[in-house]
């Protein structure tokens, strides 16, 4: 059984930091592609960022470019979001997904997390 567990959403400071985590089990996590989507109310779902498992390439939102990085440690099955200088515009729930499908087709993130709430506030 496939399982996704975030952790590292809070509540920060318009500029701050916050480094989010995604815990993988169930699979191995070398053979899917990887990242991240954000909920927000009232708002479409985005795909924030995401790895690719055969090429490793990666791809960010135009939203998030320069401020976030994704990296994965597959020996440990993890997936990180590190999200640096926030903005208001970047508080919402964000989902860890994975997928077998590469990053950008129609219909990638099939198996997700519960999501953590991030809240850039001041």
């Known amino acids: 059984q496939i399982q996704l567990v975030e952790s590292g959403g809070g509540l920060v400071e318009p500029g701050g930091t916050l480094r989010l985590s995604c815990s993988v089990s169930?699979?191995?996590?070398?053979?899917?592609?990887a990242g991240w989507f954000r909920q927000a109310p009232g708002k479409e779902r985005e795909v924030v960022s995401c790895?690719?498992?055969?090429?490793?390439?990666?791809s960010y939102a135009d939203s998030v470019k320069g401020r976030f990085t994704i990296s994965r440690d597959n020996a440990k099955n993890t997936v990180y979001l590190q999200m640096n200088k926030l903005k208001f515009d970047d508080t919402a729930v964000y989902y860890c997904a994975i997928d077998f499908l590469d990053c950008g087709i129609i219909g990638w993130g099939r198996n997700r997390g519960q999501g953590t709430q991030v809240t850039v506030s001041s």
């Open positions: 169930g699979v191995i996590l070398d053979n899917y592609a």
């Open positions: 790895a690719n498992s055969r090429d490793r390439r990666t």
